[in-house]
């Protein structure tokens, strides 16, 4: 025991609660509570009833029970669905948000007012069900990018949103997602129009405050012709005893020519050393490569929640598009993870590069779940795929599940996956440079996720980079 | 793709029922009874549909449409030994079991010179002497109270291969068990079953033949459990040879002891629709796995290979390499699940699937998979899917090699591989014939 497992044993430093009067609805989901949200919200009429279709499709589908993860059955009528803070006054500038949040997000390391605001990242901070802040808003504007809260989208640019809104995950897709789609409160909106090079790195900063509530937000980012944008996501949550839901839905096109780079670091409450509390992120993420040489790029480094059960995912439409998919899942204590990517092939040439890392330590389970599907038309679809696993210590689990579907012979598909663990013998040759077993094994650990971690903005990789080092802390020994 | 609801369509049933009462008397007790516990689960057992995950793939409807007739009496309609000959082993000469549809051919086999060492019989004619043996490991393996098809199996219990080799026996001649199809008016059901034990240090060479003399439409329901007890080594072929209208489900079982060793090579040719699934138990230290296998499929084919590594203790060894040529409009389904349990410390593991598909129309579904809970391990997995590689081609063709000419020496080179790997000669030379054949190239091979 000793080093690592000291450095995977310190506290969850996010685990504060922000004592703030909230707004907040009764607990349970039913018709009445779906047109509650909606009203709150003040939306109109089609998308009240694009939400409700989205709850009695829901009605009739089962929990899905296929993922390696194992939960007590969740109750959804012991959810509070709608919790927001409560509004001072409609507020025009960050000048008027309640000091209160300002504090909370600052705490949090994401400064909102002018003066301390990130230079070059314009932040959406969202709070339980709320967006209660927007960032560099002007300065984006002048650009023609729109970045705003998606109960905003809805009112400013309806046309958008209709035409986006489900098209790349219909509000049937699964049971999260039509969970989602009958109840999501808020969430991020992004549309970057033709040619734009987004000026800013855009991001999204989640918080759930709430013991009771559930965080189900939505967001949508639409690239047009020769766009380019960088996105960031970030989230945690206060430390309770009880778990809390989190089902959110991310939706991302790429027209002609644009690109755009998705990139999350989830640190949400991951429950104690005996996996009591902590986040079910159950979240369906898809981007669709709509355009030709169009490109997807998901990063995500999932170090937190109690349960992750997530595939960002590319559908390769248009003709030599590219997806991506870096990830690095590290899960400790009694954590559970089954996460990866799905990439559907459809267009000519079509390419997709996925680089799994997983790390599992204590007793937790660490799982990749990918789909590779080659479509018969999608002539001369190249992927390539690596999945390495590392474990640390002897209760942990690691496994790896990829589906390689390939219906075209011109495709060629490669996979490779790894499990090993931290030799003695690689320990020694540190030791024996004068480098502590510590320093070696972050050392090693580091160069095992290299290869995602360069994919991260940079005020993210050196995030990431800490937050392994202090998740691991204590595990190895 | 609806599932069928099987309940209804399991149209095995009735001659299950019908057998337990032709047979009976003459049977040992253990082995009635074991029928019997097979046969209540069959009436209980749903078929699988592509609803299950480990049937994702593989549809076995066109099996459920097809009305089949249980053979109840050897009938050889016809089959004379010169009928086998392509199918025979040189070096397995005097050392053969035959099965007719399903059943024991006393004929057709010639076990004249089986040695001491080993006793090799029919299942349906168990001897005295050897019948404690047998009841420790028929049905110990193959689980008939979860698989719908091997509890089929075992609820038609009756003639069959068993393979017994005796401590410390190395047995030089390899045995060979053949089952073969033969024509008959209506499609057919056969349920093979194999059982070999290897006890205690010793050490054998067994190959299982399927196919069928003449192109009719059955189906074979195979089963074969494997024991090797501590030291023993075995060597296991597998070729299914069906006809191109047979549809094929073959399980085997394995369980090795510690240190073990087990090394099987499992070839799937024919058959309209195939599967093989084979289960490896290392349930001891120190055992070494190594399976190998090779598919080669045209036309509108369905083969299905599905293995399973348990590494249940510490210092277990296994390679796997299996690989696949599709033709026409082929299908091919791979699933290789490795789990190392928590314990199973200084385990080593790799396993490759290679597909290489020669046609638009051919499709493949591979799915590698690792379970881990152990830290101190090594472990391995990788799939490709692809075709002939173009700068391949021109190297020969920039050496004179027409291109037909290189697309066969391209391809007979991505099968030998795994052939290349089999230490009997005239298995080898079996198989190259065969692939070559499947694949309508030709090519001087030696």
């Known amino acids: ?477 | 793709m609806t599932p069928i609801a099987a309940k209804e369509k399991n149209d095995f049933l009735p001659a299950v029922r019908l057998f337990a009462k032709t047979r009976g008397e003459g049977d040992p007790a253990w082995f009635a009874g074991l029928r019997q516990l097979a046969a209540a689960r069959a009436e209980e057992l749903e078929l699988p549909t592509t609803r299950d995950e480990e049937w994702k793939y593989t549809n076995i409807a066109p099996i459920l449409k097809t009305p089949f007739r249980q053979v109840f009496d050897l009938q050889l309609n016809g089959l004379r030994e010169k009928d086998l000959t392509p199918y025979l082993i040189d070096e397995t000469r005097g050392s053969r079991l035959v099965f007719v549809n399903g059943l024991y051919s006393p004929e057709l086999s010639d076990a004249s010179n089986v040695s001491a060492g080993v006793a090799i019989g029919n299942l349906g004619a168990i001897p005295e002497t050897l019948s404690g043996q047998l009841h420790k490991h028929l049905g110990a393996y193959a689980d008939y109270g979860k698989q719908a098809f091997t509890a089929l199996n075992t609820a038609m219990l009756g003639d069959g291969a068993y393979v017994h080799i005796r401590a410390g026996q190395v047995i030089e001649q390899p045995i060979h068990l053949l089952f073969v199809s033969s024509a008959a008016e209506a499609a057919t059901v056969s349920h093979p079953r194999v059982l070999l034990i290897a006890e205690r240090g010793s050490m054998a060479t067994v190959i299982e033949s399927y196919f069928a003399a003449g192109e009719n439409r059955y189906f074979t329901n195979a089963v074969t459990e494997v024991f090797a007890a501590e030291g023993a080594s075995i060597e296991h072929y597998r070729l299914q040879e069906e006809s191109d209208r047979a549809f094929h489900i073959g399980t085997t079982h394995v369980h090795q002891e510690r240190e073990s060793i087990y090394r099987s090579c499992a070839i799937s040719i024919g058959a309209e629709l195939s599967r093989h699934a084979l289960n490896v138990a290392l349930t001891d230290e120190f055992t070494e796995t190594v399976i190998d296998g090779l598919y080669v499929v045209a036309g509108r084919q369905h083969v299905d290979n599905h293995t399973v590594l348990d590494h249940r203790k510490p210092h277990g060894t296994s390679r796997q390499l299996y690989k696949g040529i599709l033709d026409d409009s082929a299908r091919a389904v791979f699933n290789g699940a490795v789990f190392v349990r928590e314990g199973a410390l200084l385990t080593d593991s790799r396993q490759l699937n290679k597909n290489l598909l020669l046609s638009s129309e051919s499709r493949v579904d591979t799915k590698p998979q690792l379970e881990i809970f152990a830290d101190d391990v090594k472990c391995a997995h990788g799939a490709t899917v692809g075709q002939l590689e173009s700068d391949e081609l021109f190297y020969l063709a920039s050496r004179g090699i027409g291109a037909e000419q290189a697309r066969a020496l391209l391809t007979y080179g991505f099968a030998e591989d795994v052939i290349s790997k089999i230490r009997l000669r005239s298995v080898r030379r079996q198989l190259d014939r065969m692939v070559l054949e499947k694949l309508h190239q030709n090519l001087e091979v030696n």
């Open chain 1, 1 to 477: 025991m000793s080093t690592i497992e000291a450095l995977a044993n310190r506290e969850y430093k996010y685990g504060f609660v922000t004592d703030i009067e909230m707004e907040v609805i009764p607990r349970g989901l039913n018709e009445d509570i779906v047109r509650m949200i909606s009203a709150k919200k003040n939306e109109p009429e089609w998308l009240l009833e694009w939400r409700l279709k989205a709850f009695r499709h829901w009605l009739k589908m089962e929990e899905p029970a296929w993922a390696n993860v194992h939960y007590p059955k969740i109750d959804y009528q012991d959810i509070i669905y709608y919790s927001a803070p409560k509004p001072r006054e409609l507020k025009k500038s960050l000048d008027e948000v309640d000091p209160a949040l300002l504090d909370t997000f600052e705490k949090l390391g994401i400064p909102l007012t002018e003066q301390k605001m990130l230079a070059g990242v314009a932040v959406d901070a969202i709070f339980d069900s709320v967006s209660v802040a927007t960032t560099f808003k002007d300065k984006l504007a002048r650009e023609g990018v729109i970045f705003c809260s998606f109960s905003e989208a809805v009112h400013q640019y309806p046309e958008i949103v209709k035409k986006y809104l489900g098209s790349v995950v219909p509000a049937t897709d699964n049971y999260f997602a039509a969970l989602n789609s009958a109840v999501f409160s808020d969430g991020s909106f992004c549309f970057i129009p033709k040619g734009v090079r987004s000026p800013l790195e855009l991001s999204s900063y989640f918080r759930i405050n709430n013991s009771e509530s559930g965080q189900f937000e939505r967001t949508l980012i639409v690239a047009e012709e020769g766009a380019y944008v960088s996105y960031l996501e970030g989230c945690t949550a206060p430390k309770f005893d009880k778990n809390q839901l989190h089902a959110a839905v991310v939706e991302l096109v790429a027209l002609d020519d644009a690109e755009i780079k998705y990139s999350t670091v989830q640190n949400w409450y991951a429950g104690d050393e005996e996996g009591r509390g902590g986040i079910y992120n159950f979240v369906t993420k898809r981007g669709k490569c709509q355009g030709r040489n169009s490109k997807i790029s998901w990063t995500q480094v999932e170090t937190g929640s109690a349960i992750t059960w997530k595939y960002p995912s590319c559908i390769l439409m248009g003709d030599n598009s590219i997806g991506e998919f870096y990830s690095v899942a590290l899960t400790n204590h009694y954590q559970q993870a089954d996460t990866g990517t799905k990439m559907i092939h459809i267009g000519k040439n079509t390419r997709s590069r996925i680089i799994s890392k997983g790390i599992s330590a204590g007793r937790s389970n660490n799982s990749y779940r990918g789909l590779v599907k080659i479509l018969p038309k999608a002539e001369g679809a190249r992927n390539y795929s690596q999945c390495d696993s590392l474990l640390i210590g002897s209760h942990c689990g690691a496994n790896t599940f990829p589906y390689i579907e390939v219906g075209n012979n011109t495709a060629r598909v490669e996979h490779e996956a790894s499990t090993s663990k931290i030799s003695e013998e690689q320990i020694f040759y540190f030791n024996q440079r004068g480098i502590s077993t510590e320093d070696a094994v972050s050392m090693i650990i580091n160069g095992f996720c290299k290869e995602v971690f360069r994919e991260l903005p940079m005020e993210f990789a050196v995030e990431a980079t800490r937050l392994l080092g202090l998740k691991l802390e204590g595990s190895v020994g």
